[in-house]
């Protein structure tokens, strides 16, 4: 009938009602008693509580205030000059810095001057060996790799001297160069080769003139062409005496022994084992000396240009 009213719908317009009227507070619809909801043939409902979320509260007018103020403040805040205390402090800090004894330059002594004198010494005298093999091999191969056969029946085989051109001839023990002279005593190294393996062997090549065969012996050391002596210079020496053939050939085969010792790169050397005097010049115990070092883990070198031999660029007088 109309005058009987659904629950759902009852609720329904309570509901409807509060929230048209704007109401923040709680609103509770209206309970129906057991008896009326049975009349009425509807179950009865439990109470219902419907709330209006509040607003959250906003506090970016209050921000805004908080920072005028403060930037006001700031702004009106007088600078405070520093207490008599803190310069004070400060002034002590800086005469301490000042006050700091400054360490004075310590002079070198006598044995670290000369410790770096015999350092660059060293250096310059191997640039300045380096340089000399290095001008020797081409002296060398420039004088005898020009020129017909027919011209190279005139040359006779040295070290051609670096700083005065061919017409003078280099002595390696002596360090000294003179003009070409045919009877001048001279021996060049012009092949080796080092063969590795479980018996290593070092074959050597040369040419002498005007020194006895028999005074000829081997050398194997790691100084440079620039060292005349190597042993009494510090450098390994290692002298191996030549067989007769050997020394009448101008070949040899040197067996490497492991009690030598021997460094990663030397020098292989022939050379007089008697001191030579020509013409009043004192040429010592001249050698010749391949020019540059040889790899004891296997190498091969030759003085003249690849392709060529001895027998092929002059004829020794």
């Not at 909801?37 to 209050?62: E, Q, T, Y």
Request: glycine share 6%; net charge negative.
């Amino acid at each position: 009938s109309a005058s009987s009213t659904s629950p759902v719908r009852g609720i329904s317009a309570i509901a409807a009602a509060a929230a048209g009227a704007g109401r923040t507070a709680q609103t509770q619809a209206a309970p129906l008693s057991a008896a009326a909801a049975a009349s009425a043939g509807a179950p009865a409902v439990a109470p219902l509580v419907l709330a209006a979320a509040a607003p959250a509260p906003s506090f970016a007018g209050a921000r805004r205030m908080m920072r005028m103020e403060l930037g006001e403040e700031l702004l009106l805040r007088p600078l405070r000059p520093p207490a008599d205390g803190e310069v004070a402090g400060e002034a002590r800090t800086a005469e301490a810095v000042q006050e700091l004894p400054l360490r004075p330059l310590r002079p070198p002594a006598d044995g670290e001057v000369a410790g770096e004198a015999r350092k660059t010494e060293a250096v310059q005298a191997r640039l300045s060996s380096c340089e000399l093999e290095e001008r020797l091999q081409a002296s060398f191969s420039e004088f005898f790799q020009t020129g017909t056969s027919s011209s190279l029946q005139s040359r006779s085989l040295r070290y051609p001297c670096p700083e005065h051109g061919p017409a003078w001839q280099h002595s390696p023990w002596s360090q000294t160069s003179a003009r070409f002279d045919r009877e001048r005593p001279a021996i060049v190294v012009t092949h080796a080769s080092v063969s590795p393996g479980s018996a290593p062997q070092v074959v050597v090549r040369w040419h002498c003139v005007n020194i006895s065969h028999s005074d000829l012996w081997a050398c194997l050391t790691d100084a440079p062409v620039d060292v005349n002596q190597p042993g009494p210079e510090g450098h390994l020496q290692v002298d191996v005496p030549l067989q007769p053939s050997e020394q009448d050939q101008g070949e040899a085969v040197i067996d490497i022994r492991e009690e030598w010792a021997l460094p990663s790169r030397f020098y292989v050397r022939v050379y007089s084992c008697k001191a030579i005097d020509f013409r009043g010049d004192f040429l010592g115990f001249e050698f010749g000396a391949t020019l540059r070092p040889l790899s004891v883990s296997g190498d091969e070198w030759s003085i003249f240009p690849s392709g060529r031999t001895a027998s092929s660029l002059l004829v020794v007088a």
